[in-house]
């Protein structure tokens, strides 16, 4: 009975077929250079539709004109010559979704990268609507750096935009990766996106990810220097698109831009190539947009929407320290706040080079851990104090005991903060470092021994209170008699050391 419905219903599909021809309108090429082609002949275009040359190259419509387009070429500019064949696919930019795309390397169209098959179910455009703001709930959830000094004084939540800017060679990936190899305890899907970058750098970060076991849920899309600028353009909105298929289904996901100072560069070199007008350091005028567009897309959605989101960390690098350039200035008013790298703290060894004075989060002590919340309260003030005494300090020999004591306690807690690359820190650890750092425990530790003695801290204090860990790495929370606790076995450890 059943094969009788099957062959009725493939007996009707036969019957009400009606075979004609696939019309395909076909334009010409009348200019390519430079990765550039104008067209002529090939009406009712869409913005970011793909394109196909003869002998299969593909280009993105960028410009449109009542007769044609301009259209800027993904790859194989080479090949495509004045007269040149065209046709629409009426196809937007698109990029595949879904699981299958954890621990892969992608480009920005959805060709992988790392040598293997690629089977996706989904697509999504690259250009997607940014959620509505009734879509959305305020930020209330952290997302954990693993960086005492991210984490104590620049909280960032779920759903925040939080931009680390810096001049080159200062630490701004390090931070970033850092804090997708910290993920690996937590729920979070990861996209690393990379723009422009040399591609031994963008294997030395799929090398990190790796060895750190953080590839298992980290997607990585990848557009380098020698790819063309469309691509590069692109990169950043597809992989947007791949953390949006995560977001809907109720994850939360961390994306990783680095960086858009280079984003905003190959868009400028589009936009001057097809011959539009320049503004303020030769940028169109709509480079605001090309920035706000997608970061906004990063979003907390409300529970009725699935609950889902999406927390940026857009890098953007900054020539000399100058964060009120044009570029820099811009994607500041987007974000929630910065984490400023300053090189003149780098270079003196402090690493993570956190300029505490110029970073800010935005969303702040809402979204922080209620134990992290209890003990990092006055960090930031104290460390101000310090660097302002510092410069005083440097002029005199002669200081008063009262000044003295806090030159030591401000060195002793910029020593603190200092951490080693690739080693993020729980939630306990943290909140232990504060506590021993109030208590004096580091008094006296030269800085060279810092590295060492933290360790060791860390070690005997996990032994001597494994359950207070446990209650504060799973809950967030320190209940009065853990924070006893936890005071005791500080005290217990530091009169061992004198002794």
């Given at each position: 009975?059943?094969?009788?419905?099957?062959?009725?219903?493939?007996?009707?599909?036969?019957?009400?077929f009606?075979?004609?021809?696939?019309?395909?309108?076909?334009?010409?090429?009348?200019?390519?250079?430079?990765?550039v082609?104008?067209?002529?002949?090939?009406?009712?275009?869409?913005?970011?539709?793909?394109?196909?040359?003869?002998?299969?190259?593909?280009?993105?419509?960028?410009?449109?004109?009542?007769?044609?387009?301009?259209?800027?070429?993904?790859?194989?500019?080479?090949?495509?010559?004045?007269?040149?064949?065209?046709?629409?696919?009426?196809?937007?930019?698109?990029?595949?979704?879904?699981?299958?795309?954890?621990?892969?390397?992608?480009?920005?169209?959805?060709r992988?990268?790392?040598?293997?098959?690629?089977?996706?179910?989904?697509?999504?455009?690259?250009?997607?609507?940014?959620?509505?703001?009734?879509?959305?709930?305020?930020?209330?959830?952290?997302?954990?750096?693993?960086?005492?000094?991210?984490?104590?004084?620049?909280?960032?939540?779920?759903?925040?935009?939080?931009?680390?800017?810096?001049?080159?060679?200062?630490?701004?990936?390090?931070?970033?990766?850092?804090?997708?190899?910290?993920?690996?305890?937590?729920?979070?899907?990861?996209?690393?996106?990379?723009?422009?970058q040399k591609?031994?750098?963008?294997?030395?970060?799929?090398?990190?990810?790796?060895?750190?076991?953080?590839?298992?849920?980290?997607?990585?899309?990848?557009?380098?220097?020698?790819?063309?600028?469309?691509?590069?353009?692109?990169?950043?909105?597809?992989?947007?698109?791949?953390?949006?298929?995560?977001?809907?289904?109720g994850?939360?996901?961390?994306?990783?831009?680095?960086?858009?100072?280079?984003?905003?560069?190959?868009?400028?070199?589009?936009?001057?190539?097809?011959?539009?007008?320049?503004?303020?350091?030769?940028?169109?005028?709509?480079?605001f947009?090309?920035?706000?567009?997608?970061l906004?897309?990063?979003?907390?959605?409300?529970?009725?929407?699935?609950?889902?989101?999406?927390?940026?960390?857009?890098?953007?690098?900054?020539?000399?320290?100058?964060?009120?350039?044009?570029?820099?200035?811009n994607?500041?008013?987007?974000?929630?706040?910065?984490?400023?790298?300053?090189?003149?703290?780098?270079?003196?060894?402090?690493?993570?080079?956190?300029?505490?004075?110029?970073?800010?989060?935005?969303?702040?002590?809402?979204?922080?851990?209620?134990?992290?919340?209890?003990?990092?309260?006055?960090?930031?003030?104290?460390?101000?104090?310090?660097?302002?005494?510092?410069?005083?300090?440097?002029?005199?020999?002669?200081?008063?005991?009262?000044?003295?004591?806090?030159?030591?306690?401000?060195?002793?807690?910029?020593?603190?903060?200092?951490?080693?690359?690739?080693?993020?820190?729980?939630l306990?650890?943290?909140?232990?470092?504060?506590?021993?750092?109030?208590?004096?425990?580091?008094?006296?530790?030269?800085?060279?021994?810092?590295?060492?003695?933290?360790?060791?801290?860390?070690?005997?204090?996990?032994?001597?209170?494994?359950?207070?860990?446990?209650?504060?790495?799973?809950?967030?929370?320190?209940?009065?008699?853990?924070?006893?606790?936890?005071?005791?076995?500080?005290?217990?450890?530091?009169?061992?050391?004198?002794?």
């Amino acid at each position: 009975m059943e094969n009788m419905k099957i062959s009725a219903f493939l007996k009707n599909q036969i019957n009400s077929f009606h075979p004609g021809p696939v019309v395909y309108r076909k334009g010409t090429v009348v200019k390519s250079g430079d990765g550039v082609v104008r067209v002529n002949q090939l009406p009712g275009r869409l913005y970011g539709e793909l394109l196909e040359f003869d002998g299969g190259v593909f280009g993105m419509v960028f410009d449109l004109d009542e007769d044609g387009a301009g259209v800027v070429l993904l790859d194989g500019d080479d090949r495509v010559k004045v007269g040149d064949g065209v046709k629409g696919t009426d196809v937007v930019a698109e990029v595949p979704v879904g699981k299958e795309l954890l621990g892969r390397v992608i480009d920005p169209i959805g060709r992988p990268l790392d040598g293997k098959p690629l089977e996706a179910n989904e697509f999504y455009p690259a250009e997607r609507p940014a959620p509505a703001i009734i879509d959305r709930r305020p930020v209330d959830t952290p997302m954990m750096t693993g960086l005492l000094s991210v984490d104590s004084m620049i909280p960032i939540g779920r759903g925040q935009r939080e931009l680390i800017i810096g001049d080159r060679q200062t630490g701004k990936t390090t931070i970033a990766i850092d804090s997708i190899i910290n993920q690996k305890n937590s729920d979070m899907v990861c996209v690393y996106c990379a723009i422009g970058q040399k591609a031994s750098s963008v294997a030395g970060v799929i090398d990190t990810l790796t060895k750190a076991g953080a590839m298992k849920y980290t997607t990585v899309v990848a557009a380098t220097a020698s790819d063309s600028p469309a691509m590069q353009y692109l990169a950043p909105y597809c992989a947007c698109s791949v953390a949006e298929y995560f977001e809907a289904q109720g994850k939360d996901v961390l994306i990783v831009y680095d960086d858009l100072s280079k984003h905003a560069v190959a868009y400028r070199t589009i936009s001057l190539l097809l011959l539009r007008p320049p503004g303020r350091e030769a940028f169109p005028g709509d480079i605001f947009y090309l920035h706000s567009r997608l970061l906004e897309r990063s979003a907390c959605l409300s529970h009725e929407n699935g609950g889902g989101s999406i927390t940026a960390l857009p890098i953007i690098e900054t020539s000399a320290g100058d964060i009120s350039a044009y570029i820099p200035t811009n994607v500041i008013s987007i974000t929630d706040g910065q984490i400023y790298l300053e090189s003149d703290l780098f270079l003196s060894g402090v690493r993570p080079a956190v300029n505490t004075g110029l970073s800010v989060s935005r969303v702040g002590q809402a979204a922080q851990y209620p134990a992290m919340k209890a003990v990092s309260g006055k960090l930031r003030i104290e460390l101000s104090q310090y660097r302002e005494m510092a410069v005083f300090a440097r002029f005199g020999s002669d200081v008063d005991p009262a000044t003295r004591r806090m030159l030591d306690r401000g060195e002793t807690l910029v020593n603190v903060f200092k951490q080693n690359r690739n080693a993020p820190y729980s939630l306990f650890d943290e909140v232990s470092l504060i506590e021993a750092y109030k208590a004096d425990y580091f008094a006296g530790v030269k800085s060279k021994e810092f590295p060492s003695e933290i360790k060791a801290f860390l070690s005997a204090l996990e032994e001597a209170v494994p359950e207070i860990k446990k209650e504060v790495n799973e809950s967030g929370k320190m209940s009065d008699e853990a924070k006893t606790g936890l005071e005791e076995a500080i005290k217990k450890l530091a009169d061992g050391k004198k002794s």
